[in-house]
């Protein structure tokens, strides 16, 4: 069964840092292709949108590859653990304008900044930012 668990979202004042994390069973990604594994977020009446996306090759020795929105370049961080199936959203100096849902979501091929390109999705983790 494919499955992507986030956690990690909650409530934080403006200029606070949040960690999420999405653990995938093994079913949800490749052992030998490309994977991908992105965040998007949608606030409250708005379209779902690309927040960051992390690209590796189990095969290669080569670097994983990051991506991040404009939006949040320079203040979130997205990595993975291997050993763990779980990649990671650093988010630091909150805004409140990063209020949303945050959505973790897989796929087996390069990567995508489009949600319509992930397969596989979690079921979300609220993250609020107060002014």
């Known amino acids: 069964q494919v499955q992507l668990v986030e956690s990690g979202g909650g409530l934080v004042q403006a200029g606070g840092s949040l960690r999420l994390s999405c653990a995938a069973s093994?079913?949800?990604?490749?052992?030998?292709?490309?994977?991908?594994m992105g965040w998007f977020r949608q606030a409250p009446g708005k379209e779902r949108e690309f927040v960051s996306a992390i690209t590796w090759s189990p095969s290669s020795w080569s670097a994983d590859n990051t991506y991040y929105a404009d939006s949040v370049k320079g203040r979130f961080t997205i990595s993975r653990d291997n050993a763990k199936n779980t990649v990671y959203l650093q988010m630091n100096s909150l805004k409140p304008e990063d209020t949303a849902v945050y959505y973790c979501?897989?796929?087996?091929?390069?990567?995508?900044?489009?949600?319509?390109?992930?397969?596989?999705w979690g079921q979300g983790t609220q993250v609020t930012v107060s002014s």
């Open positions: 093994k079913r949800a990604l490749s052992a030998l292709s490309r994977n991908s």
């Open positions: 979501a897989s796929r087996v091929g390069a990567v995508g900044a489009t949600q319509h390109e992930y397969p596989y």
